[in-house]
């Protein structure tokens, strides 16, 4: 679990940056590919500002959405319409290597579908896949992906991939990589800098509270603090 504190939001961002770097090139070295989990909210712009530095092997990222918004492409809530709008201009990175839904079929089919492209991307072994890394976020609620606080898809084993229609979060309709999936993967990061995130850090950190968040237990954990994000204990 690397809790890693840096002295601003510019050096957490350099350690993101880092961090990806190694890691895709110790994937792609080792397996011939790097498979990638990449969150919305705050990550995208963190991704636009540090991905156009690494050197890496970019024909061999394949890219899924560790949660996706059940809403068009064209739709602002939409992370796929992010990352097409704002980030592949920045790097050799086609449409084509970004996972994305259809949002003309139901979302109960929508989360089917995605676990089985996932489940294709690995090899259809009975072995719950393990990407490389998961890029993470945590809401003020301490929330990670779609998983939020006291909800049923917390306690979901059966799938690795699921919809959630009531996310407190808007839009509503989501679907979202559950713990089986999250918590085999090599390594996740959660890019947490800045007062904002202050609050909830000290929650799980200091106060140890049994939040969507504090359970993700890749192996690899690194949560990426600055000195205003850092809580005072950094041992969950
Ligand atoms: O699509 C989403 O809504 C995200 O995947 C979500 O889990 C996000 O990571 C957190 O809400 C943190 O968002 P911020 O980093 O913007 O606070």
């Known amino acids: 679990m690397p809790v890693i504190i840096m002295k601003n939001e510019e050096e957490v961002l350099k350690k993101l940056q880092n961090l990806i770097e190694e890691i895709s090139n110790e994937a792609i070295t080792s397996r011939g590919k790097f498979t990638i989990g990449f969150s919305g909210g705050s990550l995208g712009k963190y991704l636009c500002q540090t991905l156009p530095n690494i050197t890496t092997t970019w024909s061999k990222w394949a890219i899924f959405f560790c949660d996706e918004r059940y809403v068009e492409e064209s739709d602002i809530e939409s992370t796929f319409g992010f ?25 109960e089919k929508v989360a089917d579908d995605y676990e089985a492209s996932i489940k294709a991307e690995f090899g259809k072994s ?70 904002g995130k202050a609050e909830i850090l000290k929650k799980i950190f200091e106060d140890k509270e049994d939040l969507p968040a504090a359970r993700v237990r890749s192996n690899n954990v690194y949560w990426l603090f600055d000195n205003d994000s850092a809580p005072s204990v950094t041992e969950i």
């Open 83 to 107: 990352y097409k709008k704002h980030l592949i201009p920045l790097v050799p990175l086609t449409e084509q290597q970004f996972r994305s839904i259809n949002v003309n079929d139901p979302v």
């Open 126 to 195: 009975s072995e719950i896949p393990s990407f490389d890394l998961l890029l993470l976020g945590i809401g003020p609620d301490g929330h990670t992906a779609s998983l939020f606080p006291n909800h049923p898809l917390l306690k979901m084993t059966n799938r690795l991939v699921t919809h959630i229609i009531d996310s407190p979060k808007p839009p509503p309709k989501r679907i979202t990589m559950t713990y089986p999936l999250i918590n085999n993967a090599r390594n996740s990061i959660f890019t947490v800098p800045g007062k």
